[in-house]
């Protein structure tokens, strides 16, 4: 003799994530040795789409009560907010039967659900086929007339067990099921063990929670030091931009430099070439002093000059005299000029080794002595 088998219990909110990850077999370790992970592809869901979707049962739950509640009173934290039931045979009714017959029953367990608690309160109807016996899970808001009650639907142990004859009537008896003993202590056993289930899947939640608590702190962990390390690249990079800008502001001082040495090069090189210039005067005295008068921003010039100066018309020892000043003279220039050379040189060294390290990244002028 086969039964036709409806249980169903009080639901808070506390246990609703539980009994998701129970229903849709969640990742992870499931306590439940009836389980057969080889068989769980075949478990399918019967209310809305038909196909197990990324969803949260408690926030569909909050969602139908905001929406279908008449009061606008805080719901109580003990309050019922979903109730769960099952709906199965005795196990020898499966045997030799096919999953499409198996799915017509379900269907119409699920048919009489809808009619029993509203098809707009029901939140999933899922059926197991990785278990021992096939069975189904339904889930449903107990809300009546704007209420949310668990009274509503049962009232007191008259109330379930009446839900339970209509059950056999709409679902057990079509299939030639016969309803169970009322009051019989295996619908006990059953709740107890659905109980146990239940808070076994709560332990294993909690250990989950607490894994995760401990990998965010280790994730927490390297995300500091991530962020300090940028940090620390950060204020390198400052740093290099600030000796790079210091290394720029020295090649523009060494090149003004460099170009104001360069400009004294050539006025000191074009003085001596005008002094030249006047050379083939040098044996008509009072000519070559004409032509070095002309030369009027010529210091070469002005201090052969100045030797002579009261002398109005030269003569041949005028022009020796200047003579040895302009030598003298000149002889100064061309080590000024040597001076100059060499420092615009090393300016010039000094300039390009900054610009390679600027170039490449690697700020090291300071190390080798340059003069910031």
């Not at 615009?344 to 490449?360: D, F, H, I, P, V």
């Amino acid at each position: 003799m086969s039964y036709v088998i409806a249980r169903v219990i009080k639901v808070k909110s506390t246990a609703i994530g539980a009994m998701q990850y129970h229903n849709d077999r969640a990742p992870g370790e499931h306590l439940n040795p009836d389980i057969d992970p080889t068989r769980t592809h075949l478990n399918y869901e019967l209310h809305g789409e038909g196909c197990f979707l990324p969803r949260k049962y408690a926030a569909e739950v909050d969602e139908r009560i905001a929406a279908n509640r008449a009061s606008g009173r805080k719901v109580r934290k003990d309050a019922v907010k979903l109730v769960e039931g099952i709906i199965t045979a005795s196990p020898e009714f499966f045997e030799g039967k096919s999953e499409e017959e198996c799915r017509r029953f379900f269907e119409d367990a699920y048919e009489f659900v809808c009619a029993e608690m509203g098809a707009e309160n029901v939140i999933h109807f899922t059926v197991h086929m990785d278990e021992t016996t096939p069975h189904a899970h339904w889930g449903a808001v107990p809300i009546k007339d704007g209420r949310l009650s668990w009274k509503a639907f049962f009232d007191g142990r008259g109330g379930l067990s009446a839900f339970q004859d209509r059950c056999f009537e709409k679902v057990g008896k079509p299939w030639g099921l016969d309803r169970g003993e009322k009051h019989s202590g295996r619908r006990y056993r059953e709740t107890a063990e659905m109980k146990r289930d239940l808070e076994q899947e709560v332990e294993e939640l909690r250990e989950q929670k607490a894994a995760l608590i401990d990998e965010i702190a280790y994730k927490d962990g390297q995300l500091y030091e991530l962020q300090d390390a940028v940090v620390s690249k950060e204020i390198e990079i400052e740093q290099l931009k600030s000796e790079v800008k210091r290394q720029r502001s020295t090649i523009d001082r060494l090149e003004r430099t460099i170009s104001g040495l360069e400009e004294r090069l050539d006025k000191a090189i074009g003085n001596i070439i005008e002094i030249a210039d006047t050379m083939r005067w040098r044996f008509e005295p009072q000519n070559w002093r004409k032509a070095l008068s002309r030369l009027v921003d010529n210091p070469i010039a002005h201090a052969a000059l100045a030797v002579r100066q009261n002398v109005a018309r030269w003569v041949e020892k005028d022009a020796r005299a200047a003579d040895r000043v302009i030598k003298r003279e000149v002889k100064s220039v061309r080590k000024e000029l040597g001076a100059l050379a060499a420092e615009a040189q090393q300016m010039r060294t000094s300039a390009k080794q900054l610009e390679n390290e600027r170039s490449s990244g690697r700020p090291e002028s300071r190390s080798k002595g340059v003069d910031r």
